[in-house]
Structure formats: C-alpha cells, structure tokens
C-alpha cells in the first residue's frame, strides 16, 4: 500500500509542477493564440490529474486541507474550461446538468469546511492562524460557487461575461495551486510561517486578478 501510495504522491508532484509550468505559459501567452490554447489544454489535463491523486492523498492522509486546496483548485478549472462552452448565457443558453451538480459539490466541501473553522474556533484545539485560514478559505470557496452559479440564474448583463469568467476561474485555479505548491515546500523546509505562505499567494494573486479584470472590461467598454 505504501509503494502504491509513494507512486500516487510522485505522480501527484510531476503532474503540479507541469500543472504550474503549463499554467504559467498560457497565463503569459497571447489569448486565443495557438500557445495559448495548447499550454491551457495540458494546464487543464494536468489539473485533472492534480485533483484525482490529492483526493486520494488527501484521503489516506486525512489531510483537511489538501482536499479543500484540491476541490478549490479543480472547481475553478472546470468552471474556466465550462465558459468557454457557456458563452450565451446572456441570451437564452442553459447550462448543464453537471455545471449545477459541480457548484453543488463544492458548495457542500466548503459548508463542511467553514463549519471546521468554526468548531476550531469554539473549541480551541487550533492556533489562531489555523482558524483563520480554515474559515477565510471557506468563505473564499462558498464565494467561488456562488459567482459561478449566479449566471445559471440570473443572466449576465454583458456579452462578454464568459471571458471575464474564463480568466477569473484559471487564474483562481491557477493560485490554489501555487498555494499547495508553496506551502509544501515551506513545510518541509521551514523557511516560514506555514500560515503565512497559505494566505500568501491569495493576497497577492487575488488583487492582481482584480485589476487585471478591470482592465478587460475597460476594454471591451472603449
């Protein structure tokens, strides 16, 4: 079982740092362009992969938050990848069954998540950091499906909706997973507060991926 589980957790590292290289590239490359569609093709694959082998680590090792990390990270994928095929929800277009189940999903994880932070908080068997990151991340996932299942029920008031979802979902996604990355090697190196490089990425990503979309749309408004 060990052998097997060391294979899944090789297999997991390879497919995150091509996940993180891939990602990189067609973060940086010119949208709609040949690069840019093939590093966002293997981007989305190794994600895939990303996502079923932390389920299983996450499982075996009973670690809270790379599940959360892993459901967090591949949600955001997939509702990036789905905009592209939801480009008319302005106008009459449904979406499917699976875009309802996959916002129900993480919507659940992230209730039972928030719920954690909040039993840490009570009962105090957590360092404040641990609280705080476990109900930030929570809310922060909660947030994710309710911005992603909105348009199913209220149209978006722009045509271009479906590009400001795409760039938002893949750059989330894209931050989950430099968070993982990031605090793993901090764990096993002790080069920080864990916390700290937790929180890091989406304090920095987070407001970079805010003015970038403001930008968009300033954009398309000229």
């Given at each position: 079982?060990?052998?097997?589980?060391?294979?899944?957790?090789?297999?997991?590292?390879?497919?995150?740092?091509?996940?993180?290289?891939?990602?990189?590239?067609?973060?940086?490359?010119?949208?709609?362009?040949?690069?840019?569609?093939?590093?966002?093709?293997?981007?989305?694959?190794?994600?895939?992969?990303?996502?079923?082998?932390?389920?299983?680590?996450?499982?075996?090792?009973?670690?809270?938050?790379?599940?959360?990390?892993?459901?967090?990270?591949?949600?955001?994928?997939?509702?990036?990848?789905?905009?592209?095929?939801?480009?008319?929800?302005?106008?009459?277009?449904?979406?499917?069954?699976?875009?309802?189940?996959a916002g129900a999903l993480n919507t659940l994880a992230n209730l039972i998540f928030l719920g954690l932070g909040i039993y840490y908080l009570i009962s105090g068997v957590v360092h404040t950091g641990g609280i705080i990151l476990t109900i930030g991340f929570g809310l922060g996932?909660?947030?994710?499906?309710?911005?992603?299942?909105?348009?199913?029920?209220?149209?978006?008031?722009?045509?271009?909706?479906?590009?400001?979802?795409?760039?938002?979902?893949?750059?989330?996604?894209?931050?989950?997973?430099?968070?993982?990355?990031?605090?793993?090697?901090?764990?096993?190196?002790?080069?920080?507060?864990?916390?700290?490089?937790?929180?890091?990425?989406?304090?920095?990503?987070?407001?970079?991926?805010?003015?970038?979309?403001?930008?968009?749309?300033?954009?398309?408004?000229?």
């Open positions: 079982m060990d052998i097997a589980i060391n294979n899944i957790l090789y297999l997991h590292i390879a497919t995150g740092i091509l996940a993180l290289l891939s990602g990189a590239m067609a973060i940086f490359s010119k949208k709609g362009k040949t690069t840019h569609r093939k590093t966002g093709k293997l981007y989305v694959y190794a994600m895939t992969a990303v996502f079923i082998t932390g389920l299983i680590l996450a499982g075996y090792k009973f670690n809270r938050f790379l599940f959360l990390i892993a459901f967090l990270s591949y949600y955001s994928v997939f509702c990036g990848v789905r905009s592209l095929r939801l480009k008319q929800l302005h106008k009459s277009q449904r979406p499917k069954w699976y875009d309802w189940l996932g909660l947030l994710l499906s309710y911005v992603n299942l909105k348009p199913f029920i209220l149209k978006p008031k722009v045509p271009y909706h479906w590009y400001l979802s795409h760039i938002g979902n893949m750059m989330g996604g894209y931050i989950a997973t430099f968070t993982a990355f990031l605090s793993t090697i901090v764990t096993h190196n002790n080069l920080m507060n864990p916390y700290i490089a937790f929180a890091l990425p989406s304090l920095i990503g987070i407001p970079l991926l805010i003015y970038w979309q403001n930008r968009i749309e300033k954009t398309f408004k000229i």
